[in-house]
Each structure stands twice: as C-alpha cells, then as structure tokens.
C-alpha cells in the first residue's frame, strides 16, 4: 500500500522536529535561488525535481531532507 498526503514545506519542517538542520535548510533556499536567478527558464524542472525528492525520500548522495526542504520553501518565493 502506498497512500500519499499533501504538505506544505513547513508542515514538512515540523513532522522532522529535532532532526531538522537549519544551516543545511539555509543552504538549500540560498542555492536554489541563486540557480533560480541565472536560469530563469528552469525553474519549472528544478521545481519538478525537488518535489520527486521529497516525495520519493530519494536523499542518498545528496543532501539531507532539510536542504530539499530549503529548496522547496525558496520557489514559494520566486
């Protein structure tokens, strides 16, 4: 069984409680920005990607959950 649920970024923040790096969430919003600003065009696809990360907890060889966290949060902003 695979049952799915919506959250928002900091409904995700929350459920990671004491678990939850703030300097690697930091990073996250402050590097997709900055892609977000020299590729413009891709946001869209940068955005898909995020989400198939959180989504499918796919975090081996990348930074923790906190940071694609970070990401997600910052497009909210773009």
């Given at each position: 069984?695979?049952?799915?649920?919506?959250?928002?970024?900091?409904?995700?923040?929350?459920?990671?409680?004491?678990?939850?790096?703030?300097?690697?969430f930091?990073?996250?919003?402050?590097?997709?920005?900055?892609?977000?600003s020299?590729?413009?065009?891709?946001?869209?696809?940068?955005?898909?990607?995020?989400?198939?990360?959180?989504?499918?907890?796919?975090?081996?060889h990348?930074?923790?959950?906190?940071?694609?966290?970070?990401?997600?949060?910052?497009?909210?902003?773009?």
């Amino acid at each position: 069984m695979c049952e799915k649920v919506r959250m928002s970024a900091v409904a995700l923040r929350r459920i990671m409680g004491e678990t939850f790096d703030y300097a690697t969430f930091e990073q996250g919003r402050q590097e997709t920005r900055t892609f977000i600003s020299d590729h413009p065009e891709q946001r869209a696809e940068e955005l898909a990607k995020v989400k198939s990360r959180i989504e499918n907890c796919n975090f081996a060889h990348t930074p923790g959950p906190s940071y694609w966290i970070g990401c997600l949060c910052e497009m909210d902003f773009l």
